[in-house]
């Protein structure tokens, strides 16, 4: 006899959207200016959560919009380090050191949204 109780509709339909979304191909383009303290961190910081989280299914970019200004004017970039999620949809916009590690994740879509993690966002 099996002693696991049958899986409800809800526990089935996010199980389907996790196995969705864990095959998606992400692309991340990552502004920074120079190779300052907190440009580093902030590329460290998206790597480490690129690694982590959607390993083999990214594409990550990182624009030094002081060797490419045409780069940063051309996506609107009016601080740094800004990442910015192209794929999937919909498009978002990190900006700031990327230090609130839950925020990017919950942004990216790789941890569900909460009550504890909406505030603010």
């Known amino acids: 006899m099996n ?6 509709a ?3 339909f996010e199980e389907s959207l ?5 095959k998606e191909r992400y692309v991340l383009r990552l502004y920074v200016s120079g190779m300052t303290p907190r440009s580093i ?3 460290e910081k ?3 959560i690129c690694q982590e989280h959607l390993e083999n299914r990214y594409e990550l970019e990182v624009i030094d919009i002081y ?6 004017k051309g996506a609107q970039i009016i601080a740094v380090p ?6 999937p949809d919909p498009l978002r916009k990190f900006i700031g050191d990327l230090s609130d ?11 569900p949204r909460t009550a504890d993690n909406q505030k603010g966002s």
Do not use: F, H, W, Y
């Open 41 to 43: 961190s902030a590329i």
């Open 18 to 22: 996790r196995q969705t979304n864990s």
């Open 67 to 72: 060797q490419n200004p045409e780069m940063g």
């Open 3 to 8: 002693d696991k109780p049958e899986k409800t």
């Open 101 to 111: 590690m839950e925020k990017i994740l919950v942004g990216l879509d790789l941890k």
């Open 46 to 48: 998206i790597k480490r």
């Open 10 to 12: 809800t526990e089935k």
């Open 82 to 87: 800004t990442l910015i999620k192209q794929l």
